[in-house]
């Protein structure tokens, strides 16, 4: 039962830290332009004429 002093807390500081990782990619703009590589892969600009 003494292991449940361990885990719960570390189970917490796991959980903070994925959270905290989350709030900092939202504020670095990473969700932004979440359909422009839906739409890069069909501009197709490097294509060479024979």
Request: proline residues 2%; without cysteine.
């Amino acid at each position: 039962m003494t292991i449940l002093l361990y885990l719960v807390p570390a189970a917490l500081g796991l959980g903070l830290m994925a959270l905290v990782a989350f709030m900092w990619s939202l504020k670095s703009g990473q969700y932004d332009d979440l359909d422009g590589a839906a739409y890069r892969i069909l501009n197709d600009d490097d294509v060479k004429d024979s």
